[in-house]
């Protein structure tokens, strides 16, 4: 089944600390997977993504671990800071030569960095 | 990247009736896809639309209900028709061509009174 699941639904960070999404999937043919920042009133934005041939892949303050054989993959944003609080995605898609999978996405995790 | 513009930004919109949300891209793409998000959910794919050709729905959504235009590669449209309270949520418009990333509207938030 092409499921998502993503955890914590909530997340309570203070500023300066390291906030951790963990997300596990099933479908083993998914090989692209990106991370989704929301803010209130606007569309999902990229943060970073990763594909499984690296463990993994750093961008500034975030980074996402991915473990293949577990089938699971985390972010992390390092030094959090007030601005990032938003709703963060986990996502996963296949890609057939010559053709495209959608999009399944996590539950969201909605996360708030208190000063 | 891709520019998406979304209109209208939100709405309120009597049970029965019908609302046309557009969606317009600043480069012409391949596919374009139409979501839904409930408040504090995740996002549901509606459809996926391609320039020429009918709109595929997912499981749970139909064509009478979500009609779908594309009449060009930066242009399409989706129509939530005889709107009940139920359809209350924020309509998102993603763009992505093969190999690149998704790109989003701002959304439509609809509320149906």
């Known amino acids: 089944q092409q499921q998502v699941k993503q955890s914590p639904q909530s997340l309570i960070v203070q500023k300066g600390g390291i906030s951790i999404i963990n997300c596990a999937y099933e479908?083993?043919?998914?090989?692209?997977f990106p991370w989704y920042q929301q803010f209130p009133g606007k569309g999902p934005a990229l943060l970073i993504a990763?594909?499984?041939?690296?463990s993994e892949k750093k961008e500034g303050r975030f980074t996402i671990s991915f473990n293949k054989s577990a089938k699971q993959f985390s972010l992390h944003i390092m030094d959090s800071q007030p601005g990032d609080s938003a709703t963060y995605f986990c996502a996963a898609s296949s890609s057939p030569s010559g053709g495209y999978q959608k999009v399944t996405f996590g539950t969201g995790t909605k996360l708030q960095v208190i000063p | 990247s891709a520019v998406i513009s979304q209109k209208p930004s939100r709405d309120i919109c009597q049970r029965g009736t019908s609302l046309t949300i557009q969606c317009q891209v600043d480069?012409?793409?391949?596919?374009m896809f139409w979501y839904r998000q409930q408040p504090g959910q995740s996002l549901t794919l509606i459809a996926t639309a391609n320039q020429g050709s009918e709109a595929t729905y997912e499981s749970g959504f139909v064509i009478d209900k979500f009609p779908i235009s594309r009449p060009n590669l930066t242009f399409s449209t989706l129509t939530v028709s005889n709107m009940s309270p139920e359809d209350s949520s924020i309509y998102l418009c993603?763009?992505?061509?093969?190999?690149?990333?998704?790109?989003f509207g701002q959304g439509t938030r609809l509320t149906v009174v």
């Open positions: 990763i594909r499984p041939d690296v």
């Open positions: 993603s763009v992505r061509q093969f190999d690149t990333e998704a790109f």
């Open positions: 479908n083993t043919a998914f090989d692209y």
């Open positions: 480069s012409q793409v391949t596919m």
